[in-house]
């Protein structure tokens, strides 16, 4: 996206800070110029982001299983502070907020972590991870400088996750997996608009962690100007490391859907193994889900897929996840050479003699013996994996779900006007402390009956400057109009005619924000909600007047009626008919709860509800928040690739995008554990108004496989658990398209190879098949053809 904002990973090396450790540990993380070493051996390490709060426990142990599969060392994870402690000193750690169970969770699969503390962690996560209540606190202007009360808050903090590791011995010092911490984050990029304080903090920044004496060492991300003892980029005795490779990209509401091809990733990689790195980081490796209200912003989906190498629901993301995991295990087989070996350079031009090799455009072949081409990272020998999503199979699943409706009682704040507390001002979203994302600002407009406004009224507007999130404006208790802007970051005007009568008018207005700041110098002090002002506008013969209602006395009332104490979505309210109705099931009505019940769709296949319909709200499933929804939101029309799209040259995240003109995400994930078996309940917010008779669960399982393997390569089918029960198409030669998509080429097997296939691979969970003339015959391509052998299978 290029308008929006994001956090900026274009230059993450980072910086390592190295610390003193005591000698009687469990094993020695240090570091020399060319790599991390572990107990003085120098290691090539591959890790891969996953972040424990877009996902559930309950998912963490098979993506990390699949992530060691696929040929990583260790897992990184950023800490979510505002999570953790959304109240001052009250924190959370349970559930899917349960770091140590995470951290242990990975050690017992035998990799290390790479622990991002932050705590300030950007990440697409709403205000980058910030509590607002810090915001708040008295004393602090800014975050993220030398202010004292913010400096003790993010020492406190950082204190109370370093002891809690300690205490677990998970520090590599102790015996345990974490390997790497960092503190503060992309800080380098901002700084210098923090003037001289930008450069104390950083300072003291590094000191404070290495006063928490880990015992391995501290980095700093995006830091060239980094303060001693901390390393430059440059410096010899810092090994190259990457922390954030892009798999892919975030989506916004409104975004197309991002995509890197494994091609393109594996190309990235091997270009940095190339140039002496030692430590790379894909960032994603698995995305997640941002449930409830973590997404950052403003508008981020609640998707965070990332097209990262596992996908949201936890399946392969294929090909991506296996031609890396082939580089990753050459480069593995490699590590002494690597490590330990000194780089040459020689220009072969355009032959090598004795020996013909086709190296493809941007891409890098991989000769360990320098001889036999191993991998090329153009030439994908991994199965294309096309995920379906099927119909709940349960019972007499296919009846539509049945619903129940309550209006949210919005009379009283829109008629009524009634709220917790009064000010004279119009105030920052923020200063609510974003316990929710919906504040009414309520006021009235007493008229008395000579006022001039009246004397023009049928042509007088209300003139609100908001901060462009979703605004609705009530007058009189009638709907006026709702208005936002896209992607939710500029500050809007929103002008419409109202009509207002003489004596008390009630103006009732509700800001609802889509995820906070996360990224960006200052990006704590941007505004939210309504900053005001707000104005009537009319007319009294030639005579414009204003009347402006900014500091009259405000009303307020944070979150919304249903919203206290969860009252329309808890336990109580799900098993309860009091206040719900299945007569006349309103269609299109705006501020409108909804709630049916459904049964645990069969089987272990992740589960998916499609809101197609739905306009704008919240989703729960037995009182576990899905997230924000927002199917009515089109991604744009213009930029998607045709057909396949050319990844060649530096990525971007408009490149080889793709859903373009549909909306940016029907689809929410329901993680497993938070189905249970029998009766389960689903409850809506509806705040624009949507038709629910379309909403159903279904199960993502994968319907397509696609093989491929070039020549002389092994060709690998599987559909993951279920049989192989139909060979759509196979051609050995030179075939065009992609998966669901071949066409034969200039040239083929002399004998039709799909009966050869069938026979092979159908009935059967996995099968392999050599791409070889030996094995399928004879092929009438002309000498010189990068042949493959390709299958397009149904599971
Ligand atoms: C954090 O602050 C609380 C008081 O709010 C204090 O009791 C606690 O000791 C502090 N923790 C650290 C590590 O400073
Ligand atoms: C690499 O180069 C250094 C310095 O020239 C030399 O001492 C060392 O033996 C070389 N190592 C290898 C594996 O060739
Ligand atoms: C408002 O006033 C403008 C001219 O000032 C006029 O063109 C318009 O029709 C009026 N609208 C209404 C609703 O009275
Ligand atoms: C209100 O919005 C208008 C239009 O964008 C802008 O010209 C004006 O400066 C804004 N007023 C304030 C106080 O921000
Ligand atoms: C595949 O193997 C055959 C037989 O060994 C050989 O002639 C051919 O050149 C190989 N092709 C490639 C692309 O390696
Ligand atoms: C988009 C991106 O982050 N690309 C980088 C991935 O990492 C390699 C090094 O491994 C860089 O060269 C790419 O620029």
Known sequence: MATLKHCSRAILLCL????????????????????????????????????????????????????????????????????HEPLRRQYDFTGNLDLIRFIKTIQDQGLYVILRIGPYVCAEWNYGGFPVWLHNMPGIEELRTTNKVFMNEMQNFTTLIVDMAKKEKLFASQGGPIILAQIENEYGNVMSDY????????????????????GVPWIMCQESDAPSPMFTPNNPNSPKIWTENWTGWFKSWGGKDPKRTAEDLAFAVARFFQFGGTFQNYYMYHGGTNFGRTSGGPYLTTSYDYDAP????????????????????????????LTYGNVTNTDYGNS????????????????????TEEFNTAKVNTQTNVKVKRPNQAGNDQAPLQWKWRPEMINDFVVRGKGHFALNTLIDQKSTNDVSDYLWYM????????????????NMTLRINSSGQVLHAYVNGNYVDS????????????????????????????????????????????????????????????????KDLSSHKWTYKVGLYGLDDKKFYNAKAANSERGWSSKNVPLNRRMTWYKTTFEAPLENDPVVLNLQGMGKGFAWVN?????????????????????????????????CAYNCGNPSQIWYHVPRSWIKDGVNTLVLFEEFGGNPSQINFQTVVVGTACGQAHENKTMELTCHGRRISEIKYASFGDPQGACGAFKKGSCEAEIDVLPLIEKQCVGKKSCSIEASEANLGATSCAAGTVKRLVVEALC
């Open 16 to 83: 390592i800070l190295q610390t003193l450790f005591n000698l009687s540990l469990a094993y020695r993380v240090s570091h020399d110029g060319r790599a991390i070493t572990i107990d003085g051996e120098r290691k090539i390490l591959l890790s891969g982001s996953i972040h424990y709060p877009r996902s559930t426990p309950g998912m963490w142990p098979d993506l990390i299983k699949k992530a060691k599969e696929g040929g990583l060392d260790a897992i990184e994870t950023y800490v979510f502070w505002n999570a």
């Open 483 to 546: 208005q936002w802007t896209k992607y939710g970051a500029s500050n809007d005007l929103f002008e419409r005619p109202v009509k207002l009568t003489r004596g008390k008018n009630q103006i009732s207005l509700l800001s609802a924000t889509v995820g906070l700041q996360n990224y960006g110098s200052k990006f704590d002090m941007v505004p939210n909600g309504i900053p005001g002002p707000v104005l009537l506008v009319g007319r009294a013969g030639d005579e414009t007047i204003i």
């Open 310 to 337: 596992i996908d949201e629901y936890g399946h392969l993301n294929q090909p991506k996840w296996g031609h890396l995991r082939e580089l990753h295990k050459l480069l593995k087989s490699m590590e002494k050479t």
């Open 623 to 655: 009182g576990y928040n899905l997230g924000r929804y927002w199917p009515t939101y089109l991604a744009e029309e213009d930029g998607c690739s045709t057909e396949s799209c050319d990844y060649r040259g530096p990525y971007g995240s408009d490149k």
């Open 352 to 371: 090598v003699s004795g020996s013909s090799y086709n190296l493809p455009a941007w891409s890098v072949s991989i000769l360990p013996d320098c001889k």
């Open 443 to 458: 006021t009235n407009a007493d008229l008395k009956d000579d006022d001039p406004i009246l004397s023009g009224s049928s």
């Open 195 to 214: 003037g001289d304080a930008g450069k104390s903090y950083i300072n003291w920044c590094a000191k404070m962690a290495t006063s928490l004496d880990i």
